[in-house]
């Protein structure tokens, strides 16, 4: 198939993921048929892209006329069938449950057109095993979004054992078209590359958090205004090639044997988590949170985070060639 043959965009499940990533694909141009189980479900997910529009809006990303144009472009549908019968490229964005992926992932391939793409936004299963209930996976491959997805650029796009090298250069094709920044990723491992690297940050700074070396907030601070500043313009690969090779392999040969290389379940998110402090859900976690954050303080806290990502997507990602 070619990108043009993709016409129509299925999105399954319109949870926390499914909805921004239906609302991209509506934003790229598609039309999107947005399934789930429930009526109500789908009702809720379309309030909530109405609301991440009107951000949009105010960013002076969309204009009003654009933002009528992606609500009309959305379709929902509780009908499996009549979600995926006219689709080319279908993505599933349900429960992290393997049997369940397989078995709907089963269905879908029964009744979608023998040349659509089938993609998973797994996170933490193996991509060739959740389309391991297909007859011809060469149609499969993972797409990995960010949340919130309808802002955050990247997608990994995953090669499972049995995915085409074409189904892999598609879904790329089809990623870059809604202008998001796609990277390849040409082994199905487990956890991906982003979150593997996300969690090796996160192993260090609870152990240092742990060792009482540094307050939450200040490892905060820390990388906000390190790691995470030269992380927004180069990545850490070309930070070690203006740094010096020679420099890096010093550091790493002096820091890697010292740092945690622990395996368990880091002690200080198991201490706050047996405690029943779950973060900003909760009312505490590394912070406390002073204010009631019920539905409405998540759902203002989320808007803020919404803007700030956005101001960011504007002046990086779309202003200039992406990186
Ligand atoms: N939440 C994240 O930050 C995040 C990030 C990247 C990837 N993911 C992955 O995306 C997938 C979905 O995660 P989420 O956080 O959006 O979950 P979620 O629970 O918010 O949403 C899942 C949706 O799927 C629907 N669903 C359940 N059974 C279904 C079925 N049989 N058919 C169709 N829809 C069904 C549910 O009703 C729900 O609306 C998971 O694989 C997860 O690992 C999540």
């Known amino acids: 198939m070619k990108l043009?043959?993709?016409?129509?965009i299925?999105?399954?499940?319109?949870?926390?993921m499914g909805h921004g990533i239906a609302q991209g694909f509506a934003m790229g141009g598609?039309?999107?048929?947005?399934?789930?189980?429930d009526d109500a479900l789908l009702r809720v997910a379309l309030s909530h892209i109405r609301e991440s529009l009107a951000l949009f809006r105010e960013a002076g990303l969309v204009s009003p006329e654009e933002t009528t144009a992606v609500m009309e472009r959305l379709s929902v549908s509780t009908d499996l069938k009549q979600a995926v019968e006219n689709s080319e490229f279908i993505i599933e964005v349900i429960p992290e449950i393997l049997d369940l992926k397989q078995s709907v992932l089963k269905e879908v391939e029964a009744l979608c057109p023998g040349n659509a793409i089938i993609a998973s936004n797994t996170s933490h299963l193996r991509v060739s095993e959740v389309f391991a209930s297909l007859e011809d996976p060469s149609r499969s491959v993972g797409a990995?979004?960010?949340?919130?997805p309808q802002i955050c650029p990247t997608v990994e796009v995953v090669k499972g054992e049995g995915t085409s090298d074409a189904t892999l250069s598609l879904t790329y094709d089809l990623m870059k078209k809604i202008k998001k920044v796609p990277v390849r990723l040409h082994k199905d491992v487990v956890g991906l590359v982003v979150n593997r690297l996300q969690t090796a940050l996160l192993r260090e700074a609870f152990y240092l958090y742990e060792e009482g070396v540094i307050s939450a907030e200040d490892i905060d601070h820390a990388v906000r205004g390190s790691l995470g500043f030269r992380a927004a313009s180069i990545g850490p690969m070309a930070m070690v090639?203006?740094?010096g090779l020679d420099a890096w392999l010093d550091c790493c040969e002096k820091l890697l044997p010292i740092m945690d290389a622990g395996t368990d379940g880091p002690k200080a998110l198991k201490t706050l988590v047996a405690d029943g402090h779950t973060g900003i859900k909760s009312g505490k976690g590394f912070y406390e949170y002073a204010v009631d954050f019920s539905q409405d303080g998540l759902?203002?806290?989320?808007?803020?985070?919404?803007r700030e990502f956005l101001d960011r997507l504007k002046r990086r990602f779309l202003s200039t060639p992406a990186p």
């Open 241 to 243: 090639d203006m740094g």
């Open 10 to 16: 299925t999105v399954l499940g319109s949870g926390v």
């Open 144 to 148: 990995h979004y960010f949340n919130p």
């Open 4 to 8: 043009e043959e993709i016409k129509q």
């Open 299 to 306: 759902d203002e806290a989320v808007k803020k985070r919404d």
């Open 30 to 37: 598609y039309p999107v048929v947005l399934y789930d189980i």
